[in-house]
DNA sequence: TTGCTAGAGTTCCAAAATGGAACTGAAATC
DNA sequence: GATTTCAGTTCCATTTTGGAACTCTAGCAA
């Protein structure tokens, strides 16, 4: 079955899926709900391509879940800013974070610095 | 940046993601809390080939959050079960649940069915 | 004893997605 | 004029997926 039949799916696990269930959507939001709004910001600290970061971002924009907003005018620059349904998303991550937290705690080398 | 070196990220959410955050395994999860637990009832209820079962199931298996269980001795068969750490997964998929039944209702042609 | 069914996978190949790097375009700055 | 910044796009090789067929063990039926 292809990803994205799932669109129409019963269950709402997996329509919400259809959106975020792949590898970098969920760092790009992540991002956005640790203040970043910039494609570059994005760039760089999920560390998916610019490539990936183009598409994932046209996706959430469609969707309602990040709005694409001109901040200066020339050059054209845009950034991207959570909607109301993309701040709603919140407590998603959230349980990523605190799951990911309690049960894959980093394997760090005796020298390896906190960060 | 390839994926897998996600693994070691200062962010819960980016290693929580190594595990789940790929275009079935959380779908394999919620058939889990449903109470699948075979290899072929995820085949059936996710929709994803059985390639991708099988690897999604190992790599949920050796991330300790599903256990192969042996249920039937001749011939050899298994399920999978949630275990404690996967099933404290479940508030997550809750989230999600709850989001994409607020934000993605399901848009139904007069005559389509429900399943 | 040949044939069908069931469960749990594996194998193969084509199609789609991803990773990496370079390139584009507009304007500001050196 | 050259370099830098931001926001993308393009190209190509590598990976991952999708789909179907195949394997292996064993029960059951004719």
């Known amino acids: 079955?292809?990803?994205?039949e799932l669109e129409e799916n019963w269950c709402p696990v997996a329509r919400t899926l259809t959106l975020v269930g792949d590898r970098w959507t969920l760092l790009i939001l992540r991002d956005c709900f640790l203040g970043s709004s910039k494609f570059e910001e994005f760039a760089a600290n999920t560390g998916a391509t610019r490539h990936i970061i183009s598409s994932r971002l046209k996706r959430l924009v469609e969707a309602g879940i990040l709005e694409r907003k001109l901040y200066v005018e020339r050059p054209k620059r845009y950034e991207y800013l959570l909607t109301e349904k993309g701040r709603e998303f919140g407590p998603a991550l959230m349980t990523f974070r605190d799951w990911g937290k309690k049960h894959l705690p980093?394997?760090?080398s005796a020298s390896a610095a906190k960060g």
Do not use: A, I
């Open 1 to 4: 079955m292809k990803w994205t």
């Open 106 to 108: 980093v394997r760090r």
